[in-house]
Structures are given as C-alpha cells and as structure tokens.
C-alpha cells in the first residue's frame, strides 16, 4: 500500500502561479513514476505530468512548457510548479504513484491517487 499526501493549491489570477507538492509513504520500490492528473467538473481525468523515479519527466500538450514538474527521491515527494495559469486549467489535482515505472500519460498505469486539491485558476 502507499499513501500519498497532497499540499497546495488555492485560488490565483490567470497568468499566475502556484505549487503543488505530494508526499508518497508506504511500500515504495524502484522503479517507479509519480505524477498528477486533474478532473473538472464533467469532464474527463487527464494525467498532465509525470516522472518516474530515474529523473524521466512527461507532460500533456496542454500543460508542456507552462508547469514543470519535478521530484526528491529521499523525501518520496513529486513537485508541480505550474506558471502561466489559465481559467481551463482549473481542476481538482490529484497525486498519482505508479509501482510499473513507466510515466505514461495513461492513468491506467497509475495504482494510487490522493484526496485531490482543488486549483482555481480566476479570469
């Protein structure tokens, strides 16, 4: 089992920024893949960024080069700085863990989720 923790979040203007973190405990092995996904309200979850444990980063379109995401592998924790903020990328994010490694954008792969934060992104 692994539980993950989620911080962050909140409300911001477009073209702002914020920061998400998420803390993984638990039975963790490598390899593995970390990441978010996000849902907003009807309509379907998308997996926008993950990482797996050696460092390999994958983004959604819609988010690459706007968020960034990164991870410490001692703290078992995965970061997203999200910058350039728009009103579509309001959503609940949810933290992801992946016991495959191989941080794809399907969340199929993906056997753990957090509780979700909510970001409000304001036009």
């Known amino acids: 089992q692994v539980q993950l923790v989620e911080s962050g979040g909140g409300l911001v203007q477009a073209g702002g920024s914020l920061g998400l973190s998420c803390t993984a405990s638990g039975s963790i092995f490598s390899p593995n893949a970390m990441g978010w996904y996000r849902q907003a309200p009807g309509k379907q979850r998308d997996v926008v960024a993950t990482?797996?444990?050696?460092?390999?980063?994958n983004y959604a379109d819609s988010v690459k080069g706007r968020f960034t995401i990164s991870r410490d592998n001692a703290k078992n924790t995965v970061y997203l700085q999200m910058n350039s903020l728009k009103p579509e990328d309001t959503a609940v994010y949810y933290c992801i863990f992946g016991s495959l490694g191989l941080g794809s954008l399907n969340a199929h792969e993906y056997d753990y989720w957090g509780q979700g934060t909510q970001v409000t992104v304001s036009s």
């Open positions: 990482i797996t444990s050696s460092g390999t980063a």
